[in-house]
């Protein structure tokens, strides 16, 4: 009798070595040829930017359902052929989960980590800054709890005093547009634009619990944010994964373009949640090296703003634990993976990009 194809296993772990070696070849010849690299990066952020359109089409993440199928289809596929004691099954079966996770990294490669080889944001948008002494953070963090402060009270707040900034949909809609105009102003952004982000359906709780408050899926071009994200953090997240979908890998860039492309906007609620994101990247930088400092800093706040970080803190209180430990580890892990040493830690750096801009455009910063 003839065996059929999908039982013999050589075949699988032939393809999945091949994906394999495809995703590490592009992932060498992006990094060391520009002139690969370039048109690389520019088609995998086009045809992204087309997923994301036609998934955008759903009312739902798209990805959600995605995740779910695999949770629940894999231990129910192990389960039933364990069952039948289909030893020849179970081997194909774990060859084909082999070279379909091959054929994900491949995709994952050729879809968004190639955008890791591209020159630093710093470098494209012209920024000369190279470190800052503990006088000059300070005194960038003191401009921002200015800036909060002046916002903080025009902001749309519940009875009780926190953020309310209203729909969803709306705010994702706002930062589309603010990106619109960003690619005016800055090359850089100028792309094939992707749909607007989405809020999580199914797994916000979960995210939060891994230590995550959005994610970018790049099979889709899905931008997804948490529903247990603060209402002062939803469009700087938004405008994050929305960096992420418009070609930018590092995690420390995606939270300066998100800053960048909300710092002006006329909507008081996407420029306060730049500002205070802003202010507690760079107050968490100043405290790493100057507690009292940071101390004195934190004090300077109003007292609309200091309520806002204890909502923050808060809301983050409930799911610390070891679930989040070892989510925060495997996000760590990951961000190291893609070619950021410092992990989690990566998005903290989006301070040198603040200061570097921030003392580059002193004056006008000063005048406004």
């Known amino acids: 009798m003839k065996m059929h194809a999908k039982r013999r296993p050589l075949p699988w772990l032939i393809a999945c070595g091949v994906l394999l070696a495809l995703a ?24 992204s930017a087309l997923l994301s359109r036609l998934f955008g089409l759903l009312p739902v993440p798209f990805s959600e359902w995605c995740f779910a199928g695999i949770v629940i289809g894999v231990p129910l596929w192990l389960v039933i052929t364990l069952i039948r004691r289909d030893w020849r099954e179970l081997l194909c079966g ?3 989960l082999l070279c379909f996770g091959a054929a994900v990294a491949f995709f994952f490669m ?31 963090v003191a401009y921002t709890v200015d800036r909060v402060n ?33 690619a005016k102003r800055e090359p850089v952004f100028d792309v094939t634009q992707p749909a607007r982000g989405k809020r999580s359906l199914l797994g916000g709780r979960i995210m939060s619990y891994i230590d995550l408050a959005g994610y970018y899926f790049p099979y889709t071009g899905e931008q997804i944010v948490s529903t247990d994200v603060v209402d002062s953090h939803i469009p700087f997240n938004l405008a994050h994964e929305g960096a992420h979908a418009r070609g930018i890998g590092p995690e420390a860039e995606c939270n300066f373009a998100a800053w960048l492309v909300l710092y002006e906007n006329d909507d008081v609620r996407l420029r306060y949640s730049a500002w205070f994101n802003a202010y507690i990247y760079a107050n968490n930088a100043l405290f790493e090296i100057d507690p009292a400092a940071g101390g004195r800093q934190y004090e300077r706040l109003c007292p609309q703003a200091q309520y806002d970080c204890k909502v923050l803190n808060d809301s983050l209180r409930p799911f610390e634990g070891k679930i989040n430990d070892a989510g925060s580890a495997v996000n760590d892990a990951y961000i190291k993976a893609t070619g950021q040493p410092d992990g989690i830690r990566s998005y903290g750096r989006v301070v040198d990009l603040l200061l570097a801009y921030y003392y580059e455009n002193e004056t006008d910063f000063r005048t406004n």
């Open 24 to 47: 590490a070849a592009e992932w060498i010849v992006s990094r060391r040829f520009e002139a690969v690299g370039a048109p690389l990066r520019q088609g995998a952020q086009f045809v």
């Open 94 to 96: 774990f060859c084909r």
């Open 110 to 140: 050729c879809l968004f980590l190639v955008q890791h080889s591209a020159r630093p944001l710093s470098v494209r948008l012209g920024l000369q800054g190279a470190g800052y002494t503990s006088a000059q953070l300070e005194e960038y």
């Open 150 to 182: 002046a916002l903080a009270d025009q902001v749309p707040r519940t009875d009780t005093g926190e953020c309310a900034f209203g729909d969803f949909g709306e705010q994702a809609e706002l930062v589309q547009s603010a990106y619109l105009a960003l």
